[in-house]
């Protein structure tokens, strides 16, 4: 069953502590809220995860595996390193619940995503109820753009996002020093639109392109909308009503 509007859940989390040792971490509340997002139910949702931001790096795929298997999901991974691992690729996609996209490079990933066709395939998938979703880079790729790291240790500006919302992203807000300031300039100087921004922890959920709600798995965290002032020209940041998960 998919969800009834175009959904995406943009994140700087979604991934916790495991109960068991065995695991390197569990898929946390904001993961599940995707899936709850989704609508799927009287089976295992169908949860997609995209790893292309790190290379599609195998330990990081079976970790995400294992995580998914505990949480009684029906994992599958998109692999386009060496090539794609499905012929056809939007067949593949539109047959999930969910599309959970890993961090990394945002950069990187959307380049490989366009080579592929992806960009027209999540846009599809997206428009047919399934709900887009991930953390960082797997937020900040279905926005007009944010703030990254994808070219070297200082952040930068990155603006050739999916752009299935017409916004700015903003990650790990509380976590890194330079997110806010850069953010706030980037604003002010119009090369990122109005960003909305997420501490560790907190997500967006976007019904279409509207903003409707902020939800967290983190005591405290917060979120927050970044404008352009008309008349000043500076930026303002106004704190967004957060939703807990726990």
Not at 142 to 148: P, Q
Not at 160 to 188: I, M, S
Not at 201 to 210: D, H, K, P, Q
Request: glycine share 12%; proline share 7%.
């Amino acid at each position: 069953m998919p969800a009834e509007t175009p959904t995406i859940l943009a994140t700087s989390g979604g991934y916790v502590a495991p109960a068991d040792a065995s695991r390197q971490y569990d898929l946390g509340p904001l993961l599940h809220h995707a899936v709850g997002l989704s609508g799927a139910t009287g089976r295992a949702p169908r949860v997609l995860f995209v790893g292309t931001a790190t290379g599609d790096q195998p330990e990081r795929q079976a970790a995400v595996a294992a995580a998914g298997r505990a949480a009684g999901f029906d994992v599958d991974h998109l692999r386009l390193f060496p090539m794609p691992d499905h012929e056809d690729l939007q067949e593949f996609v539109l047959a999930q619940d969910v599309v959970w996209v890993g961090g990394g490079s945002v950069a990187n990933l959307a380049a490989v995503w366009r080579v592929h066709g992806l960009d027209t395939v999540f846009q599809v998938a997206w428009e047919a109820g399934v709900v887009l979703a991930g953390c960082s880079a797997g937020s900040i790729c279905w926005h007009v753009g944010g703030t990254t790291d994808s070219f070297g240790p200082r952040l930068r500006p990155f603006t050739k996002g999916l752009a299935l919302l017409p916004w700015g992203n903003g990650v790990h807000y509380d976590a890194e020093e330079q997110r806010r300031p850069l953010t706030h300039r980037l604003v002010a100087e119009g090369v990122l639109p109005t960003t909305y921004c997420t501490d560790n922890g907190v997500g967006l959920v976007y019904s279409g392109t509207e903003l409707v709600e902020a939800v967290s798995e983190r005591p405290g965290a917060g979120a927050y909308r970044v404008d352009r002032d008309p008349v000043s020209g500076e930026a303002t940041e106004t704190a967004l009503p957060v939703r807990s998960l726990v």
